[in-house]
């Protein structure tokens, strides 16, 4: 046991020596029970440093597996762990990082039903709008802190809502965007392309913030957002009103309904599709996986699908699932109702 307390000692050793840390403030660490969502590219460096600095208690919850085209920014996993749980494997990485610190994981999907009570501060490293606003949503329900960051390209974006102290006068993310954006209007990593330094940097600064915050130092304030631009490394502040119309601030024991958090309906997964019952549309030429597919552009696919008839079920695919939600969303308004896009896209048909 006295064994156990000086290697806890010495390995904490350089960061209690400083007057904003201490034994207090180490034993503030070690007493939290922190959540992060997503062990991508910003959960990598969020759970490293967070894992490092002896945050007691860690919840990693992510249910995608490590795909190839992930190690050149999700610097936790090598050519190994393709096609493994990234929770398990984060998990196990950072139990052999530091012994002192329970690691738990959860390869469900982060949604609607997670319980988010037991934490004392949530981290959402996540890639996508519907995870984001769900996650924010439940945080200020339940009044928890949450850290928040995405990035495009060379820019990152880091928010801190104090849920937990400022739920009633400071604005929240339903204040600036009463609905979710749909996912289509935006590019994700997979479609815009990122160098791994910069969810690296962003999600150092999610980490910083989480440990001040635990350690009881001045964060970013809710209702402002941290704008970093490494491309030629400007950073800004920039703050948002409280709305006076907000669904989320104006009325106590709000929630909203999963539609409230975008149509996952409009996906499917290539084990859900008979090739022989369903009508293929390829958004980005002949794939040998995919012999009977027709090929098209945006542009022609309602000229393409006017051979298929209506109530015929269709399938869109394009590289990476996002041009093709697109094409679904054409198409479903032209009434083609049974047309879905293939998850993920081509790039992910091996997941199957
Ligand atoms: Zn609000």
Not at 44 to 71: F, K, M, S, W
Request: charged share 20%; glycine share 6%.
């Amino acid at each position: 046991m006295k064994q156990n307390k000086e290697a806890y000692d010495l390995f904490f050793q350089r960061q209690t020596i400083l007057e904003e840390v201490g034994r207090s403030g180490q034993s503030y660490l070690r007493n939290a029970k922190v959540l992060v969502i997503g062990a991508g590219g910003l959960g990598c460096p969020v759970l490293h440093y967070i894992t490092a600095a002896g945050v007691g208690q860690i919840t990693i919850c992510d249910h995608d597996r490590v795909e190839y085209t992930n190690l050149h920014r999700q610097v936790i996993y090598s050519p190994d762990d393709v096609g493994q749980h990234k929770a398990k494997i984060a998990a196990s990485r950072l139990r052999a990082q530091n012994p002192h610190t329970k690691i738990t994981s959860s390869t469900l999907k982060f949604d609607l039903d997670s319980d988010i009570t037991c934490y004392d501060l949530v981290i959402d490293c996540s890639d996508n709008f519907r995870t984001k606003f769900i996650a924010h949503d439940l945080c200020f329900i339940h009044s928890k802190p949450l850290i928040q960051a995405s990035i495009h390209k060379f820019e990152g974006q880091v928010q801190v809502y104090r849920f937990d102290r400022k739920r009633e006068e400071a604005p929240c993310l339903r204040c600036l965007w009463p609905d979710m954006p749909d996912p289509s209007s935006v590019q994700n990593c997979n479609e815009a392309g990122v160098l791994g330094f910069v969810p690296g940097v962003v999600g150092s600064i999610q980490a910083s913030e989480a440990i001040k915050l635990l350690l009881g130092l001045p964060t970013l304030d809710t209702g402002e957002t941290l704008m970093i631009l490494l491309k030629n490394f400007t950073t800004e502040k920039i703050a948002w009103n409280k709305s006076a119309d907000c669904a989320l601030c104006n009325y106590d024991n709000v929630s909203f309904d999963s539609s409230a958090y975008g149509d996952t309906s409009a996906e499917v997964r290539y084990s859900e599709v008979n090739q022989s019952n369903w009508s293929i549309i390829s958004l980005v030429g002949p794939d040998a996986r995919l012999p009977t597919a027709h090929m098209c552009s945006l542009d022609n696919i309602n000229e393409l699908a006017s051979q298929f008839g209506k109530d015929s079920k269709i399938l869109v695919v394009c590289r990476r699932g996002i041009t093709s939600l697109n094409g679904v969303k054409i198409l479903r308004e032209a009434g083609y109702q049974e047309c879905f896009s293939l998850a993920g896209g081509l790039e992910n048909l091996s997941e199957d």
